[in-house]
């Protein structure tokens, strides 16, 4: 087997290191009490049929632009969805804030790294920088929307106790908005900082496999970092103020639906 020649028993040795890696880590989380423990084994699984499925489509559309902006269309819908159930939204003022999250931060970043010329704006470019773009996104949008409700759920006191005094709910909540956004960033930061010295990222990595030079690479890689790194801003823009609009009924919904009951008259002032 040469490098990443999938070709005659390549196939069998893939499946037998990604077997034993998934093995390893499902037991890892077990032995942490991680449930439910078939999680990653599920994961691995939808992600071996998707890739394959994902290769077989791309063989015959990348280099079709019709056919790309298409596939950028169903990542997108596939990460609003998959965002917002990780998020736990349950109205359609919700679920429109997390879709206007990903779709303006990863298309504007994508917007200005073809309007300045960083990448030209072919089929195999346009595919690669959306793709990473929006599956970041929908990763920090995640984080973040579960990291605010969980704050939300564990100061509800101190929410109440705002709102009662005549705050609106983006002053009640704004501390724990900065704190869910400080803390969702705070991996992508890590990694952008550490790129080179500990982590190689699977853009420059991609992109010597695919022959381009370390330099080519790098700059790649360069565009990518910041593309996330916006994208990112945007997209915890949004949510924290979209979800804040949404008023105190909106945000209990979700995070405390158990003090419903109890705190009718404040969540009648969200």
């Known amino acids: 087997m040469t490098g990443l020649d999938i070709a ?3 196939w069998l040795h893939t499946a037998l290191a990604v077997a034993l890696l998934m093995i390893a880590g499902t037991v890892s989380g077990a032995l942490l009490d991680i449930r439910p423990f078939r999680g990653p084994v599920i994961a691995i699984l939808r992600a071996a049929i ?3 499925v994902l290769g077989l489509i791309l063989q015959g559309i990348v280099t079709d632009l019709r056919w790309v902006f298409f596939w950028l269309i169903v990542m997108t ?3 609003i969805w998959t965002s917002g159930r990780r998020i736990g939204v349950r109205t359609g003022q919700q679920w429109s804030t997390v879709g206007f999250g990903i779709v303006s931060g990863a298309g504007f970043s ?3 790294v073809l309007l300045t010329g960083a990448l030209t704006p072919t089929p195999q470019h346009l595919l690669a920088i959306g793709g990473i773009l929006i599956g970041n ?3 920090i949008s995640s984080i973040f929307g579960r990291s605010l409700l969980r704050a939300v759920h564990e100061n509800w006191h101190e929410i109440e106790g705002w709102i009662a005094l005549g705050a609106d709910t983006g002053q009640a909540t704004l501390r724990l ?4 956004a400080a803390t969702s960033f705070l991996p992508t930061v890590d990694q952008t900082r550490t790129t080179g010295l500990v982590t190689l990222p699977g853009a420059f990595v991609g992109s010597l496999f695919g022959g381009a030079s370390p330099i080519a690479a790098g700059q790649f890689q360069l565009i990518v970092l910041a593309g996330v790194l916006c994208a990112g801003a945007i ?3 949004v949510l924290a103020h979209g979800l804040a609009q949404g008023g105190v009924r909106s945000l209990a919904r979700i995070a405390v639906p158990e003090t419903k009951q109890r705190s ?3 969540l009648r002032r969200g």
Not at 177 to 180: F, I, N, P, V
């Open 110 to 112: 994508i917007a200005v």
């Open 235 to 237: 997209c915890m823009l």
């Open 50 to 52: 998707q890739l394959t």
């Open 137 to 139: 996104a929908m990763t």
């Open 8 to 10: 005659g028993s390549a």
């Open 264 to 266: 009718r008259s404040l």
């Open 77 to 79: 819908c596939v990460a």
């Open 177 to 180: 908005r900065r704190e869910a």
